[in-house]
């Protein structure tokens, strides 16, 4: 049921959403003669490796110039970019992904191996099904950028107060997925593209119907830009969602740390 959702959604949401896209990746090439597509490694279900499609929002060698994680006033966006990424027109070729079946429609985000050689036993829970367009996370975090605005080390900033929330949103999902699931957060995530609130209280109610602990329903609740007031300790329900050691210094300890250090020693 899930794959055909999947071909089915992927295919119509191609021909639908090209006639859109296609003048962005005019502009793209021609902000610089460049690729307009950005094609990168990612690791899939089973620690496979695919290549992930995007949009190019960046400068042709940003890999080059800085780090994985994107903030808000990253210099490795560009005008066009900017743009594309405030209304997620870069993830539309990832269509292409799932169509191939290296990704689903939804499933936790898809990581760089740098990033999952690091997964603790439970964050590996995160590999045992498809890389996703959209997921829980993808909606709560969708003011990433926001978050790691002015950290000197976004990456460092994303391991300690993002990923761990991430992932334990991530395999609340592995644990509660099913094809009712799928297609409400499909849903959540065109409503978020109009208000951000309500698509955030959507899943609020679903993490509440489906059994969520009390933190993880509290920080879909977050607004925008909140990073710094995370709620709690960020894996310290990991056990009651399946388990595996994790840290657990609050998160507001993990946003005064980041500032403090600065860039990873």
Sequence with gaps: MKRAIDVLGSAAGLLLLWPVILPFVLLIWLQ???????????????????????????TVDAHKLGWDSTKADDPRVTRIGSVIRRYKLDEVPQLWNVLKGDMSLVGPRPNVQRETDLYTPFEVRLLEV??????????VFTDLAEILKGQEDPNL???????????????????RRSAAVDLHLIWLTAVGVISWRRAHRGVQRLLRRLGASRDLIEVAGRELGEGARLPGTAMGGAER???GASPSDSTGGLVRRVEERGVRD
Excluded at 44 to 53: L, Y
Excluded at 131 to 138: L, Q, R, Y
Excluded at 158 to 171: D, T
């Design 241 to 243: 969602e399946g388990g």
């Design 32 to 58: 610089d003669g460049h690729f307009p597509f950005y094609v990168a490694p990612r690791v899939g279900k089973g620690k496979r490796p695919f290549m992930m499609v995007k949009l190019r929002s960046m």
């Design 157 to 175: 900033a994303y391991r300690e107060i993002v990923r761990p929330w991430k992932s334990r949103l991530g395999v609340f999902y592995v644990e």
């Design 130 to 139: 498809r890389p996703g367009v959209t997921d829980f996370s993808s909606i």
